[in-house]
């Protein structure tokens, strides 16, 4: 089994609708993020999670919110989703030692009609 | 402010031959550094990384990097390319937070084909 996983892999969903993208971890991991990545921009931080109960908004949070319901689930809602939140979204996990290894989700797919 | 700059876009190379992606950092200490790759359909997954030590550093599939601090530079070398390392090519930074890695900040990405 993968050790992030993410669901739903793909969505499509009509603007102002909310939506709920979910990661989950196995590797033990207290460290979550959520990145956005939009073709010839890379990967862009939206929130970042150091512990349950350390929550913090990355470079481009206007629009999105997260919720950490335990040590190995971090959500990332759109609350009215619009048209230019359409973009691949990757969960990612790490350890918080040292030089830290990222590992990423497969990534959802979100269509913002 | 940290930033990350991969100039190439997209690199199209010859099965068998060599390559070389470039990546130029910004910031202010000895930075953590990384490369990742993402194949089509897929998520990221780490290549290499440096934090001290020796500046060349191995990675997997066959790749090396080299952390030139004069340059501010880590590009990724392979010696041979095979079709499968057709990707799109990231590197990436280690931004710190109260003395600790935070996040990653993402260069825009090189995309690599391999023709045959």
């Known amino acids: 089994d993968a050790d992030v996983t993410q669901t739903p892999r793909n969505r499509i969903t009509k603007t102002g609708k909310r939506i709920m993208l979910e990661c989950s971890q196995t590797?033990?991991?207290?460290?979550m993020y959520w990145y956005r990545q939009d073709p010839g921009l890379g990967l862009r931080l939206i929130y970042y999670?150091?512990?349950?109960?350390?929550?913090n908004k990355g470079e481009i949070s206007d629009g999105y919110s997260v919720s950490r319901q335990a040590q190995a689930k971090f959500s990332l809602s759109l609350e009215s989703a619009i048209p230019n939140q359409t973009a691949l979204y990757f969960c990612?996990?790490?350890?918080?030692?040292?030089?830290?290894?990222?590992?990423f989700g497969p990534g959802t797919r979100l269509l913002v009609l | 402010a940290q930033s990350v700059t991969q100039p190439d876009i997209h690199i199209t190379v010859s099965e068998g031959a060599s390559l070389e992606l470039r990546c130029n950092y910004s910031?202010?200490?000895?930075?953590?550094l990384f490369w990742y790759v993402q194949s089509p359909g897929q998520g990221l997954q780490l290549l290499l990384k440096y934090f001290s030590g020796d500046t060349l550093v191995q990675g997997i599939k066959g790749f090396e990097a080299e952390f030139k601090r004069s340059q501010s530079s880590f590009n990724l070398r392979k010696p041979s390319v095979h079709w499968s390392d057709a990707a799109e090519y990231f590197c990436a930074v280690g931004h710190f937070y109260g003395g600790s890695q935070g996040n990653l900040i993402f260069g825009k990405g090189t995309k690599l084909s391999v023709k045959p």
């Open positions: 999670s150091f512990d349950v109960k350390d929550i």
């Open positions: 590797k033990g991991h207290d460290r």
């Open positions: 990612a996990t790490s350890d918080g030692q040292g030089a830290e290894t990222q590992y």
């Open positions: 910031y202010g200490a000895t930075p953590y």
